[in-house]
């Protein structure tokens, strides 16, 4: 019996005496890691993580024992270089295609995605140059009628991710999951740069945008995804005062990736454009994601989206209002406002009465025109 249990344990005794040198060999790479500084430290760590979640069967799990942990997906997630991947692909984008190709790749594109092309302004495949042009075509003037009976329309194409009421100074990016009203919107903008008075110099953030008693701060976010119309427009009439960048991650804004990561939104690059309407406070926000490195606004110039550098939590500010121009951009219901290279997001943050009421079911999809609520 002795000998059976011998035989037995055979294989195991040979699999540990096969382990124990490649683990005294392990320590000591560890501890060899332990000393590196943080990015070589990621860098190093980074292959094995993906081998340890793509392998089948914990293939590299006994590496725990031996005191390596690998980054969870979340961190590994974002120590993908999604910022140089979009520059790539935003290069890649801008090259012409031969005339016979175009008509076999757009329509690769058209079918993947289910664009409907009924409603582009040029039908024919073989008038968009390169793949920017395609992304950004634009759509027959009655291909969007615009709704003239409530206050306030969808700015794009896109599914409702969340809508409400802004509570806690808190916004959901999906349901379920929040981020910080103050860390997406940044500090409050002087006073002397907005054509209206805070409400009050201190207390709540909230109430710092709240600029009339009695309303409230309402959201929207708006996913547009890969095969949607790619412009976006003015949701309502309203005057824009202040442009406000972050540089920041690319990553990706689908609803999966939103439930995943928390503050989402704070963490991509974005522009923040605020301003008045006739209820008091109202800004729109485009938020860039993986491959849609470029954020155009028509009217901003000086905005430059998705560059090599920039220093992380950094923002920079614009004002519209000038010596000149001392009410800022005026934009009307329905106007042409910017555009996307691909797809991503849309947040509305706005004040309102409390009789506002969304006409909206999350998880709709919406067009450009259709109304997202009224007074």
Same mark, same amino acid.
């Given at each position: 019996t002795m000998c059976q249990s011998e035989a037995r344990r055979g294989p195991e005794l040979r699999a540990a005496k096969w382990l124990y040198f490649p683990q005294l060999a392990l320590r000591r790479r560890l501890g060899q890691l332990s000393c590196m500084s943080k990015p070589a430290l990621k860098l190093r760590s980074w292959p094995l993580t993906v081998l340890y979640y793509l392998l089948p069967l914990g293939a590299l799990r006994p590496l725990s024992r031996v005191g390596w942990r690998p980054m969870s997906r979340v961190a590994l997630y974002k120590s993908v270089p999604t910022r140089l991947l979009s520059r790539a692909w935003g290069r890649l984008n801008q090259v012409e295609l031969p005339h016979w190709l175009r008509r076999p790749v757009y329509s690769l594109y058209i079918w993947t995605f289910g664009v409907n092309m009924k409603e582009a302004a040029v039908e024919d495949l073989h008038h968009?140059?390169?793949?920017? /042009?395609?992304?950004?075509?634009? $759509?027959?003037?009655?291909? &969007?009628?615009?709704?003239?009976?409530?206050?306030?329309?969808?700015?794009?194409? @896109?599914?409702?991710?969340?809508? @409400?009421? *802004?509570?806690?100074? !808190? *916004? /959901?990016?999906?349901?379920?999951?929040?981020?910080?009203? !103050?860390?997406?919107?940044?500090? &409050?903008?002087? +006073? !002397?740069?907005?054509? #209206?008075?805070?409400?009050?110099?201190? @207390?709540?953030?909230?109430?710092? $945008?709240?600029?009339? /008693? @009695?309303? !409230?701060?309402? %959201?929207?976010?708006?996913? $547009? +995804?890969?095969?949607?119309?790619?412009?976006?427009?003015?949701?309502?009439?309203?005057?824009?005062?202040?442009?406000? %960048? #972050?540089?920041?991650?690319l990553m990706s804004v689908n609803p999966g990736m939103a439930r995943w990561i928390k503050e989402l939104f704070c963490h991509n690059e974005r522009v923040v454009l605020t301003g008045d309407w006739k209820h008091g406070f109202f800004s729109l926000t485009a938020v860039g994601a993986t491959n849609v490195g470029s954020i155009r606004i028509y009217f901003d110039r000086d905005l430059h989206t998705n560059s090599p550098r920039y220093s992380k939590g950094s923002y920079n500010d614009f004002s519209f209002v000038t010596h000149m121009n001392k009410e800022g951009i005026p934009m009307r219901k329905g106007e042409h406002l910017g555009e996307f290279n691909l797809g991503s997001t849309i947040v509305l943050i706005f004040e309102a009465p409390k009789d506002f009421n969304f006409k909206l079911k999350a998880g709709q999809k919406i067009r450009f025109g259709e109304a997202l609520g009224s007074l």
């Open positions: 968009y140059r390169n793949l920017s /042009e395609f992304f950004r075509r634009k $759509l027959k003037p009655q291909a &969007r009628p615009v709704c003239g009976q409530h206050s306030v329309i969808s700015p794009s194409d @896109g599914k409702i991710l969340n809508f @409400g009421q *802004v509570k806690n100074c !808190e *916004v /959901e990016q999906v349901k379920g999951v929040t981020y910080s009203l !103050e860390s997406f919107l940044g500090p &409050r903008i002087p +006073a !002397e740069d907005l054509p #209206f008075p805070p409400a009050t110099s201190c @207390g709540s953030f909230r109430n710092q $945008l709240v600029t009339r /008693e @009695g309303n !409230e701060l309402y %959201h929207c976010v708006i996913y $547009l +995804a890969p095969g949607d119309y790619h412009c976006f427009h003015s949701p309502t009439d309203w005057t824009v005062s202040h442009r406000r %960048h #972050f540089p920041g991650s």
